[in-house]
């Protein structure tokens, strides 16, 4: 049975469509990626889902029940990470991850079973005395989650739950992330670090202006763009690189900069690797190294929404 | 109902484990009757001290002096009218009565008239005698128009009056004056804190929005109605406790006369607690931050107590300040409590529960209302 089911789904906030007629899928025992740039509408269709925004039109099915019908049913069984900290200061560790369980109904041996377990998934065990006040970053964001798996929903659904940590605290959280999937978990993952939801997602959705503009697995998102290659030039200095000139290049599909790398997106049907080493000979630019990359998902991202997901 | 009740227990549990909190909610409340001991506690065994200007000489208006003599704790001194003004001033006397002539005749035909009460002090100090001697007057007259006229009639009566009820009416003037100060003090006090703790108790709903807690609650099987429900239910708990622990430490530690059944009084403060509950919501309601909030609330609590006459009597204030009053609920909430002291019958007053229910409702149904609307626009199930 499908987990979740979205069957055109729209949300308007007055005039402006923040998610546009989106149809989407998500089987049991999946990692589901949604990858979208900021504003892409990932928060607004996870609200959505999770009960917490009323849709202007379409509907969503969780494990086969509407989920503003049966609302109950479908709270009952998800777990929400929001993006935002959503934690009480003034309770340990323990007491938040208690205190969001029991509204599930969890008592007694029970509930202190599971958030035992809920703290432990999250390497917080030590901490469940403490309050969030002492906590780090990466440590909030940790206690987030086990607010939210400790009633073990067949559904988690994860809303950017890796923004601003260190690296200790990702690692524990990927990890987490891909044990909760091995114990039955399916899970919705938004994020902007492509290389975590290439690392972890088994499928992916690329999302922008509210709607899916790709949807697969990482190889059927890469196939969408074998037909162009990736050559990286390392130069000493970007100042002379004129930009505009290796754009015109024959075959150049894409060409941007990343610190001291020109990153250039080409046609792999026409070779023209001596047109574009010429250029950067004839401005007299000093060439440190030349690597040709396979694509990933960055280039897909780049390619099918033109811009970058960060920093926009 | 079970996630209800969850929500309560922690909202109590966490409230009431900062010690900040149990001063403010449990102890406060207190704080009013230890100002009333000190404002009103010197005051026991005082003397009121009433001058009598007698232009009527007849046996009722003799009688109605020895009653007032009768009174504990009220010095009578006969004066002549035009030592009154200076002994008022000097403060030699608290008031002054005046028997006109015809005072007794006007009480025999049934119809009292032709005395007067004089006094610089307020109404609190002179309230009193006011009121027993009315009573008294009343009574008389009633007996005269019982008697139709009839002076044989009258005489036999009144005498059998004299013999039975007139000892009843003479328990200490003063106390009674002096309880009913001490009990407006606190119970004033008392509403005041309990204003300001159901908005504190209702500012909880801004604070988990500002944390996005309310929004991570609203993702669990708790919806936005169970959750204010908990929290009224939270406050209604806070307030019952600040109105029991109040009534029974004025009665069993400091022995402050109510003159209202604990019951009775505890009923009015029940219905006020829904009034400021109510309005603590509606604050809530028209406010998008708790700094508008609290904003509103000193805008709002602050100057209706007052108004109210919940520091000091509303005797005290000028006339129209006092019209502004009567549209107030802690004002009534007073008023009945003063009502039921001065030995209206509970059941009697069933208007002004009526009064204090409508605020309730009506400051319910607009927050309710309000917080449906904000919902909506703000696209939140
Ligand atoms: N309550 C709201 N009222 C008006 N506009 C909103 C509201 N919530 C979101 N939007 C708009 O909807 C669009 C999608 O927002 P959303 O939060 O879903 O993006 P996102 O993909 O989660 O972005 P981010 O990566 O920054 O979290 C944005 O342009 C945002 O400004
Ligand atoms: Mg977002």
């Keep these: 049975m499908n987990v979740l089911e979205i069957k055109n789904l729209t949300?308007?906030?007055?005039?402006?469509?923040?998610?546009?007629?989106?149809?989407?899928?998500?089987?049991e025992g999946e990692i589901f990626g949604f990858l979208g740039a900021n504003g892409a509408g990932k928060s607004t269709t996870i609200n959505m889902i999770a009960g917490l925004l009323r849709s202007n039109d379409g509907t969503i099915s969780i494990l086969g029940k509407n989920n503003a019908k049966q609302s109950r049913f479908a709270k009952?069984?998800?777990?929400?990470?929001?993006?935002?900290?959503?934690?009480?200061e003034d309770m340990t560790a323990y007491e938040n991850v208690k205190f969001f369980a029991g509204l599930y109904g969890l008592r007694g041996a029970e509930l202190n079973e599971r958030v035992v377990e809920a703290l432990e998934?999250?390497?917080?065990?030590?901490?469940?005395?403490?309050y969030p006040k002492s906590f780090s970053g990466g440590?909030?964001?940790?206690?987030?989650?086990a607010c939210a798996i400790a009633h073990r929903p067949k559904l988690i659904i994860m809303d950017e739950p890796t923004v601003g940590i260190d690296p200790q605290s990702r690692n524990y959280i990927l990890t987490s992330v891909r044990k909760l999937n091995e114990m039955g978990c399916t899970i919705i993952y938004t994020s902007h670090y492509m290389e975590e939801v290439e690392e972890i997602c088994s499928k992916i959705a690329i999302i922008d202006h509210g709607k899916i503009i790709a949807e697969g697995t990482k190889e059927q998102l890469k196939s969408i763009i074998t037909n162009t290659k990736d050559v990286w030039i390392e130069v000493k200095t970007t100042e002379k690189v004129n930009l505009a000139a290796i754009q015109d290049i024959n075959g150049v599909e894409a060409v941007s900069v990343d610190e001291n790398f020109i990153k250039i997106n080409s046609d792999t049907g026409v070779n023209n690797l001596n047109k574009i080493?010429?250029?950067?000979?004839?401005?007299?630019?000093?060439?440190?190294?030349?690597q040709e990359k396979a694509p990933n998902l960055e280039t897909v991202f780049l390619t099918l929404t033109g811009r970058n997901l960060r920093d926009q | 109902m079970k996630d209800i009740l969850w929500l309560i227990q922690n909202t109590l549990s966490v409230t009431f484990r900062k010690k900040k909190n149990i001063v403010m909610y449990l102890c406060m409340p207190l704080v009013g009757i230890i100002i009333a001991l000190l404002a009103y506690g010197g005051n026991q065994g005082t003397t009121l001290n009433v001058g009598i200007v007698n232009h009527d000489n007849s046996e009722i208006t003799t009688d109605t002096i020895q009653f007032l003599e009768g009174l504990d704790n009220v010095e009578i001194s006969k004066i002549a009218a035009k030592d009154m003004k200076d002994k008022m001033t000097s403060g030699k006397l608290d008031t002054v009565i005046t028997f006109e002539k015809g005072y007794s005749d006007s009480v025999l035909k049934g119809q009292p008239d032709h005395i007067q009460l004089t006094s610089i002090k307020g109404a609190a100090i002179t309230g009193y005698v006011k009121s027993y001697l009315y009573q008294f007057i009343d009574n008389l007259s009633t007996i005269s128009r019982a008697a139709d006229g009839n002076e044989q009639t009258f005489k036999q009566l009144y005498s059998a009056y004299q013999q039975k009820d007139f000892k009843l009416g003479t328990h200490s003037l003063e106390n009674a004056a002096r309880s009913k100060n001490m009990t407006n003090q606190t119970i004033?006090?008392?509403?005041?804190i309990m204003m300001l703790s159901a908005a504190n108790m209702s500012e909880i709903i801004l604070l988990e929005k500002e944390n996005r807690t309310y929004f991570r609650l609203l993702s669990t099987p708790i919806n936005a109605r169970k959750y204010l429900l908990a929290n009224v239910i939270v406050n209604?708990?806070?307030m019952t406790m600040q109105v029991l622990i109040t009534l029974t430490v004025m009665k069993t530690i400091f022995h402050i006369g109510l003159n209202v059944s604990f019951v009775d009084a505890f009923f009015v403060m029940l219905l006020f607690s829904f009034i400021a509950v109510g309005l603590s919501l509606?604050?809530?309601?028209?406010?998008?931050?708790?700094?508008?909030?609290?904003?509103?609330?000193?805008?709002?609590?602050?100057?209706?107590?007052?108004?109210s006459g919940c520091y000091w009597p509303v005797e005290v204030m000028p006339k129209g300040l006092q019209k502004i009053a009567d549209f107030l609920p802690q004002r009534w909430a007073l008023d009945t409590l003063t009502q039921l002291q001065e030995g209206q019958s509970f059941s009697s007053l069933y208007l002004n529960y009526a009064i204090l229910f409508a605020f309730a409702a009506a400051f319910f149904l607009i927050a309710v209302y309000k917080f449906s609307r904000n919902n909506s626009t703000q696209n939140f199930v």
Excluded: W
């Excluded at chain 1, 080493?277 to 030349?290: A, D, G, W």
């Design chain 1, 139 to 145: 440590m909030k964001r940790r206690l987030n989650i």
């Design chain 1, 11 to 27: 949300k308007k906030f007055g005039d402006f469509i923040a998610v546009d007629n989106m149809s989407l899928t998500v089987a």
């Design chain 2, 236 to 238: 209604m708990i806070i």
């Design chain 1, 76 to 88: 009952m069984n998800i777990g929400m990470v929001p993006q935002d900290i959503a934690i009480y």
């Design chain 2, 282 to 307: 509606l604050m809530i309601a028209f406010s998008n931050s708790r700094s508008a909030a609290s904003a509103l609330q000193n805008l709002i609590i602050t100057p209706t107590v007052m108004l």
């Design chain 2, 188 to 192: 004033g006090f008392l509403i005041m």
């Design chain 1, 121 to 130: 998934f999250v390497g917080l065990q030590d901490k469940h005395k403490s």
């Design chain 1, 277 to 290: 080493l010429e250029h950067f000979m004839n401005s007299h630019i000093e060439i440190r190294s030349l």
